[in-house]
């Protein structure tokens, strides 16, 4: 029964956002697709969760001042000195326009009750295999619990809802990233502008999404030695933190995100307790 409600909630916001998406199909343009460069990056919106306290203390505590350290020491001073807020991004879209966060904010599925998780396992990633850039230092999500699953169903319904407010692909999924792409990852790119994300067909969902928190965005190029580095790093952390850092998130945020993916701004924050809205900036209430 629960699993059928799903999948009739899911339907509902594929048929609502493919009316959306019918209505904005010229303003949706897909021509870098398949270009050798990287599409120009204007303003990128995201959905995030920010990590809460507790966790922020602990990686403070045990990793972000080591590895401020051995990044500068590789010299990576740049993304050493990236800002972001930390976080757990459900989708990211890129849209220009400076109203998509309130449309965002209009368009966003009624979002879970608190999410119960584990923070577990640092590794290093890429874009896409062989792409050179950008790069990631994260930190997994155990894949499993109630938290995780009902994290994995939200970002179904998101992104249904949400990618259709795009203007075009993510910059970061285009160039030579999307060269370096299976198929599988080319086709959300070209129906949903962002890979990574999970979807319904033929009834079912079909799972690409891989929660995590990124403590490390590079653009610069992933050779050997910073493969070789970033393992290093990774394995480092892991041993310090071998059981992971259980945490609730509370609240998900709409956010505006750099090419790479690290948050800049945080513009809505949406309780998961009572579904109540802070204007950011204000700190002021929101209506939805």
Do not use: C
């Amino acid at each position: 029964m629960i699993k059928r409600a799903l999948h009739l909630a899911i339907f509902g916001l594929f048929a609502t956002a493919g009316a959306t998406q019918a209505a904005q199909a010229a303003a949706i343009d897909n021509s870098a697709i398949g270009q050798p460069e990287f599409r120009a990056h204007k303003a990128t919106y995201g959905v995030v969760y920010r990590l809460p306290a507790d966790v922020n203390a602990v990686l403070d505590a045990k990793v972000n001042g080591v590895l401020k350290e051995d990044l500068i020491k590789l010299g990576l001073k740049t993304e050493a000195d990236t800002p972001n807020l930390p976080h757990v991004t459900v989708v990211h879209i890129h849209n220009a326009d400076p109203q998509t966060p309130a449309r965002k904010l209009k368009a966003l599925p009624k979002p879970p009750a608190p999410l119960r998780v584990t923070l577990k396992t640092f590794y290093p990633t890429e874009a896409a295999k062989g792409a050179g850039h950008p790069w990631w230092l994260d930190l997994g999500v155990v894949k499993s619990g109630q938290g995780f699953e009902d994290m994995m169903r939200y970002n179904t319904v998101a992104t249904a809802a949400l990618a259709p407010l795009r203007d075009g692909p993510l910059p970061r999924v285009t160039g030579p990233v999307y060269a370096k792409m299976g198929d599988a990852g080319k086709e959300l790119v070209k129906t949903l502008g962002v890979s990574g994300v999970n979807v319904m067909q033929d009834g079912k969902e079909v799972r690409a999404h891989n929660p995590h928190t990124t403590l490390v965005y590079s653009m610069t190029p992933y050779d050997a030695r910073l493969q070789d580095a970033m393992k290093a790093e990774s394995d480092k952390f892991n041993a310090v933190l071998p059981d992971g850092i259980e945490t609730t998130f509370k609240d998900v945020s709409i956010v505006e995100i750099g090419f790479a993916g690290n948050v800049v701004r945080e513009i809505y924050r949406v309780s998961l307790e009572d579904g109540s809205v802070l204007d950011v900036a204000s700190g002021k209430p929101a209506a939805r």
